[in-house]
């Protein structure tokens, strides 16, 4: 031998394969004590609250904080205890989820509310939950494995949460135009939503049809009455009333949902977006 060591016959390079680095996301939840949506010193966590981790309507996990209100979920391998969540596979980098927190709390006998929502520009310290409870974890809080982010902190306080809704309203004006418009007033238009509703809100709307507006005694006639959801909320425990005037007959009613009976159109629930009619063939007296 000439003293120097080579690769072994057929041995080709060792690679070691490494499991990709867990993630793991969390933090706290606390008592917003001066009521102004932000952690401040002295300001106490909030033990036995659940948190859950949702994917799209799925829940993945539930923690329940411990007594300086903190809480995780992870995708290491470890010992999972109520508040420290191991051995989630199904949380994996570059993926959204929700972490769901309850909209109320209680602490010895007091009930609490979220307290306001991203009250200032740190995310670390102000609060994350909305008015439904539900903090958004987007695809970039988690885009690598190993990203670890303790971000999704939220609190509460003893003021009631805003009743109503909050208007926004998108507005597009024409801003520049070679040629005189003498109508100036139809160069804008805008569109508003209700959003952040703290109790959801349903539009129904009603549309009424006759078949024939001129009629003689003894003519048969169709009214149909249309009812429209015209919202994402599904209305619940509908009824529609339409009592026919003297000179009107019922022959027959016929509603696409419920029943009708005595002049009150029972429809029960109305889906978001549904459209529901009812047929009410009449004779003229």
């Known amino acids: 031998s000439d003293g120097q060591f080579g690769k072994g016959s057929g041995l080709g390079e060792v690679e070691l394969l490494c499991p990709p680095a867990p993630i793991e996301i969390g933090n706290r939840v606390w008592l917003d004590s001066d009521n102004d949506g932000l952690q401040d010193a002295g300001e106490t966590g909030i033990a036995g609250v659940q948190v ?7 829940e993945l996990a539930s923690a329940t ?10 995708s290491a391998t470890g010992t999972t205890t109520t508040s420290h969540i191991y051995g989630l596979t ?15 709390t209680t ?14 520009s740190n995310r670390e310290v102000d609060s994350n939950a909305p ?63 209700q959003a952040n509703c703290v109790t959801p809100k349903t539009d129904l ?8 507006p001129t009629v003689r005694h003894g003519d048969a006639i169709t009214y149909t009455i249309t009812l429209i959801n015209d919202s994402d909320v599904e209305a619940t425990g509908v009824k529609v009333e ?22 009150v159109w ?6 978001a977006r549904a459209t529901l009619t009812l047929t009410l063939a009449v004779t003229v007296d």
């Open 52 to 58: 859950k981790l949702m994917q799209g309507a799925t």
């Open 266 to 271: 029972n429809v029960g629930t109305v889906a």
């Open 131 to 193: 008015a439904t409870g539900e903090v958004s974890v987007a695809a970039s809080d988690i885009p690598q494995s190993g990203a670890n982010n303790y971000s999704f902190d939220v609190g509460y306080g003893t003021t009631p949460p805003a009743a109503g809704c909050t208007t926004i309203t998108n507005i597009a004006n024409i801003s520049k135009l070679t040629e005189t418009d003498p109508t100036a007033a139809n160069n804008s238009a805008s569109a508003a939503i």
């Open 242 to 263: 339409d009592r026919l005037p003297t000179g009107l007959t019922l022959v027959t009613a016929t509603p696409s949902q419920g029943t009708f009976a005595a002049g």
């Open 205 to 212: 709307k009603l549309v009424k049809t006759v078949s024939k």
């Open 65 to 74: 904080t411990t007594a300086d209100g903190t809480y995780a979920f992870s």
């Open 90 to 104: 199904a949380l994996v980098p570059n993926t959204t989820y929700t972490v769901k927190f309850p909209t109320t």
């Open 107 to 120: 602490v010895g006998a007091t009930t609490y509310n979220l307290t306001s929502a991203s009250a200032g």
